[in-house]
């Protein structure tokens, strides 16, 4: 399987944009090279999902962990998935960190997209005092270990390793640190280790193919850079054009 890039929108694009989004997304590159995910907001599934004329995947971003109950302004993974979405990203930095979700709260989450049938994408990564601090490994096998249960019985499931530092900021790790970072992710997951483990933090066209081409960087979950459609195309040519480089995950 190629290498999969993926676009968390956060909070853009609404239905009508994410219309005008996909009548003009249409990237060059071989069937089957490279696996094309969309997390657009909830409200704009639907539009995603019908406009879309490139073969790709749909997730939400963010679900409850409960199925129905009185929780305002929350969705569940089964409404998720009733809606049509496939994946749903899980434990994303902005929820950990601006809504205050920890490592309980995203078990919790995993486990319920497990169980509504859809594929947890899950997030992972140090902020800079921790990476500064010397405590990279240790976070990232805190937050895997967090989640490796919840996930055991998934059909699939991948982790986005993004370290805090390098989202939304233009800083970016060098395909060095996402290698050194991704062996960690890897080795943490114990029996799940073959699940795809993407990069994210300002992964832009610049920078996603040599990014891509690390070992044990599987593909890339890409924030800022996935809101226009050729500036995103030229990040899923990239991965097309990685995989071809990249003899660590040939069969
Ligand atoms: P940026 O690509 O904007 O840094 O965001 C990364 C991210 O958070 C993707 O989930």
């Known amino acids: 399987m190629g290498k999969v890039v993926a676009g968390n929108w956060k909070m853009h694009h609404g239905p009508v944009a994410a219309a005008a989004f996909f009548s003009r997304f249409k990237p060059r590159f071989a069937p089957d090279s490279v696996e094309i995910l969309f997390f657009p907001p909830d409200l704009s599934l639907a539009a995603s999902m019908e406009t879309a004329a490139v073969p790709a995947g749909f997730g939400v971003q963010n679900i409850h962990s409960a199925k129905e109950g009185a929780f305002t ?7 998720a998935r009733g809606a049509g979405a496939r994946f749903a990203l899980i434990g994303h930095s902005e929820r950990r960190h601006v809504f205050g979700e920890g490592d309980a709260e995203v078990s919790a989450k995993a486990g319920a997209a497990v169980r509504a049938g859809l594929i947890p994408v899950v997030c992972v990564g140090e902020l800079l005092g921790e990476r500064r601090a010397g405590h990279l490994e240790q976070v990232l096998r805190r937050q895997v270990g967090a989640i490796v249960e919840a996930v055991a019985a998934a059909s699939r499931f991948m982790v986005a390793y ?11 790790a ?8 991704h062996a960690i992710v890897r080795s943490a997951l114990g029996e799940l280790a073959s699940a795809p483990i993407l990069y994210g933090g300002s992964v832009k066209p610049g920078n996603a193919r040599s990014l891509m081409s690390a ?10 850079a996935s809101l226009d459609p050729d500036v995103f195309g030229r990040i899923v040519e990239a991965g097309a054009a990685a ?4 003899p660590v995950r040939e069969p």
């Not at 302004?73 to 409404?79: D, K, N, P, V």
């Not at 070992?215 to 800022?224: E, Q, R």
């Open 73 to 79: 302004g929350e969705t569940s993974a089964e409404m």
């Open 162 to 172: 993004e370290p805090v530092w390098a989202i939304g900021t233009g800083e970016t």
């Open 174 to 181: 060098t395909p060095g640190d996402a290698a050194e970072a």
């Open 215 to 224: 070992p044990d960087v599987d593909g890339v979950l890409v924030g800022g």
């Open 243 to 246: 995989e071809s480089v990249n």
